[in-house]
């Protein structure tokens, strides 16, 4: 895969769905990955996993992510996803490459043998690598892996494990440079994900954790010499990130948006996912879609109180432009 300087933006389960990935792709990211979707809930043809597993239109290159720790259960699936045989999903196009979590810390998920526990296997998730990666080669598709540094802080094995999942069949990996138990503190250890590079040579590697800022972005690929870097919650709030990393990369000069601009691309966003999802479902999602965006803005603690109690978009866009705008 060719990933040399792409901004991508990092699966969040409730988040990255087709209209946040549509204004990310907008704004400058090069890639986006779905929410991560249980293979087995595909092979057993859940309608509403497949609804989490379409790509629409108006994205760009996509990711469909998958969880799983049964071999012949995540390869079917990913069959499933490049042939568009998923029940209840929409494929506009097909995904650009699969991705399979190795990296998810959710108690749920690794309880199950999933995510962050197969990092524990290094043997058992090389089975699902090659396995995947025999059946989608077959379709001229690629697999990558997202994992961490480890389980805990004495079980820090990301450049063994990397370099398994290279030898697997795996085309590209995502390093998110915490273990298991840190979740998401303290700060990530870049000196991971530079180990991984040094392990993996001209293999792609891509850079994951604590990207606040487009000087964060570079400093990841400048230290850690990772081939992209891969961007999650700052993204939330903060979707011109991508268009910052990119005018940095470019030595070109970057505006940030103004009040109004935060919120004409918070409603364009909510408008988005009501025209997918319905008023009613739409506008509950928005109301904490919204909080992202209106983050550390003056009067936002009373705006973001008013937008929990709202029942419209109509009412949405009121209490924004009111409580925000002078």
Not at 268 to 281: M, N, Q
Not at 303 to 325: F, K, M, S, W
Request: hydrophobic fraction near 40%.
């Amino acid at each position: 895969m060719d990933l040399k300087n792409k901004v991508i933006l990092a699966p969040m389960a409730g988040a990255t769905d087709a209209p946040m990935r549509r204004l990310c792709f907008s704004l400058g990211a090069d890639m986006a990955v779905t929410e991560m979707v249980s293979a087995k809930a595909i092979c057993y043809k859940d309608e509403k996993t497949g609804v989490l597993s379409s790509i629409t239109g108006g994205e760009g290159d996509v990711e469909l992510q998958l969880f799983g720790h049964e071999p012949d259960v995540v390869a079917y699936a990913a069959e499933a996803a490049v042939t568009g045989n998923i029940s209840g999903a929409r494929f506009d196009h097909p995904p650009c490459a699969i991705d399979i979590n190795m990296g998810c810390p959710v108690r749920k998920i690794v309880t199950s043998g999933d995510g962050c526990a197969l990092m524990r296997d290094p043997g058992l998730a090389a089975d699902i690598v090659r396995k995947t990666a025999s059946v989608l080669s077959e379709y001229g598709v690629p697999l990558t892996v997202k994992i961490r540094s480890g389980w805990d802080k004495n079980s820090i094995n990301a450049p063994y494990f990397a370099a398994k999942m290279a030898e697997a069949g795996a085309a590209a990996v995502t390093v998110h440079a915490r273990t298991r138990d840190q979740m998401y503190a303290p700060s990530a250890d870049l000196s991971v994900i530079r180990a991984v590079k040094d392990e993996l040579k001209d293999f792609p590697v891509i850079g994951n954790g604590d990207i606040k800022s487009a000087e964060d972005a570079v400093r990841m690929m400048d230290v850690t010499g990772c081939d992209s870097v891969m961007i999650g919650r700052e993204a939330l709030g903060n979707v011109w990130i991508f268009s910052e990393i990119r005018a940095l990369l470019r030595g070109e000069k970057y505006a940030s948006p103004d009040v109004k601009t935060r919120i004409d691309t918070a409603l364009s966003l909510i408008r988005d996912i009501i025209s997918e999802k319905g008023e009613f479902v739409g506008v509950r999602e928005a109301r904490g879609r919204a909080a992202h965006f209106i983050k550390g803005m003056r009067g936002a603690p009373q705006v973001r109180d008013r937008i929990n109690h709202a029942e419209t978009y109509e009412d949405i866009e009121t209490i924004l432009y009111e409580g925000l705008c002078d």
